[in-house]
Nanobody
Framework: QVQLVESGGGLVQAGGSLRLSCAAS????????MGWFRQAPGKEREFVAA????????YYADSVKGRFTISRDNAKNTVYLQMNSLKPEDTAVYYC???????????????????WGQGTQVTVSS
């Protein structure tokens, strides 16, 4: 497993943008897929976006497609989530996750990820 630390959350008005970062420890960051999930109060954790180890493939939940972009910089051991045109329904705690034990590709199920960050709060006001 690796240690993941998210940052970049905050309060933003609807229509605004935020960029989340997730810094990973360890020297094998470039060898595993990463994902972003979110959990709103009273709701289950849901998939947001995933990116392959190389960054060449990405996949998004329908709810964020066209507004969010996942990317990674393997030289910096960091994965990003650029969030544009934010909506109040995007309000949640956002978590990054890594597949360090098994390669499930662009996994959408939280059980396909074995390492998780502590989360960062994103609040979108209307």
């Amino acid at each position: 497993q690796v240690q993941l630390v998210e940052s970049g959350g905050g309060l933003v008005q609807a229509g605004g943008s935020l960029r989340l970062s997730c810094a990973a420890s360890g020297r094998t960051f470039s060898s595993y897929a990463m994902g972003w999930f979110r959990q709103a109060p009273g709701k289950e954790r849901e998939f947001v976006a995933a990116i392959s180890w190389s960054g060449g493939s990405t996949y998004y939940a329908d709810s964020v497609k066209g507004r969010f972009t996942i990317s990674r910089d393997n030289a910096k051991n960091t994965v990003y989530l650029q969030m544009n045109s934010l909506k109040p329904e995007d309000t949640a705690v956002y978590y990054c996750a890594a597949q360090t034990q098994e390669d499930y590709g662009l996994g959408v199920d939280q059980y396909e990820y074995d390492s998780w960050g502590q989360g960062t709060q994103v609040t979108v006001s209307s």
